[in-house]
């Protein structure tokens, strides 16, 4: 079993940053591919952006490139999410997902933390 806890949501105005980081612990961290989701009020969960197990390989959601940037840490067992020039349209809660697959399905990933919200005003 894998647990991951999500930190770092918050509220902001339109052109700020937030850092999302997620923690996990359990089995090795190294062998799973992690992904954020995000989750807005009366939509669809729909994935952020997704990093392999070494981190080389990533990918990320049209609607974010070039402002978000992850990362993963794998000694230390986490994964961060940098969000810059955050738009409104990005409010939603941030789930960090844990899985074997490298995938941007979230039924490919059975290992969610419980979400953080963040809150971007115009």
């Known amino acids: 079993q894998v647990h991951s806890v999500e930190s770092g949501g918050g509220s902001v105005q339109a052109g700020g940053s937030l850092r999302l980081s997620c923690a996990a612990s359990?089995?090795?961290?190294?062998?799973?591919?992690m992904a954020w989701f995000r989750q807005a009020p009366g939509k669809e969960r729909e994935v952020v952006v997704y990093?392999?197990?070494?981190?080389?390989?990533?990918s990320y959601a049209d609607s974010v490139k070039g402002r978000f940037t992850i990362s993963r840490d794998n000694a230390k067992n986490t994964v961060s999410l940098q969000m810059n020039s955050l738009k409104p349209e990005d409010t939603a809660v941030y789930y960090c997902?844990?899985?074997?697959?490298?995938?941007?399905?979230?039924?490919?990933?059975?290992?969610w933390g419980q979400g953080t919200q963040v809150t971007v005003s115009s």
């Open positions: 997902a844990l899985g074997v697959l490298i995938s941007r399905e979230r039924n490919d990933y059975p290992y």
């Open positions: 990093i392999a197990f070494a981190g080389g390989i990533t």
């Open positions: 359990g089995r090795t961290f190294s062998n799973y591919a």
